[in-house]
Nanobody, 124 residues
Framework: QVQLVESGGGLVQAGGSLRLSCAASGRTFSNYAMGWFRQAPGKEREFVAAINWNGRLTLAADSVKGRFTISRDNGKNTVYLQMNSLNPEDTAVYYC?????????????????WGQGTQVTVSS
């Protein structure tokens, strides 16, 4: 059974930075793509970023391009989301997701495994 555990969320002022981590277990981490999604209150879950199995290909939502960076360390079975220049619109619960494919997808349907989420709150 794949398990994903996120950490690194918290409260930050606008313009600040946070780094989220997601530790994976239960299968060979390096074979599969990983993604980050977020869900703000009253809104649907939305794609944030994805990374392929070896870290060489990434996808990012237009709303976070140039501010957020996804990366992975296959030796540590961990995927990261570095978030810079945060603004209040980034406030949401952030979810780590694991794909069944080697290449990432913008659709949540491509990820059968999900973490419990970590809250990110950006104050103005």
């Amino acid at each position: 059974q794949v398990q994903l555990v996120e950490s690194g969320g918290g409260l930050v002022q606008a313009g600040g930075s946070l780094r989220l981590s997601c530790a994976a277990s239960g299968r060979t981490f390096s074979n599969y793509a990983m993604g980050w999604f977020r869900q703000a209150p009253g809104k649907e879950r939305e794609f944030v970023a994805a990374i392929n199995w070896n870290g060489r290909l990434t996808l990012a939502a237009d709303s976070v391009k140039g501010r957020f960076t996804i990366s992975r360390d296959n030796g540590k079975n961990t995927v990261y989301l570095q978030m810079n220049s945060l603004n209040p619109e980034d406030t949401a619960v952030y979810y780590c997701a694991a794909s069944q494919s080697s290449y990432g997808s913008r659709s949540s349907a491509g990820y059968p495994y999900w973490g419990q989420g970590t809250q990110v709150t950006v104050s103005s």
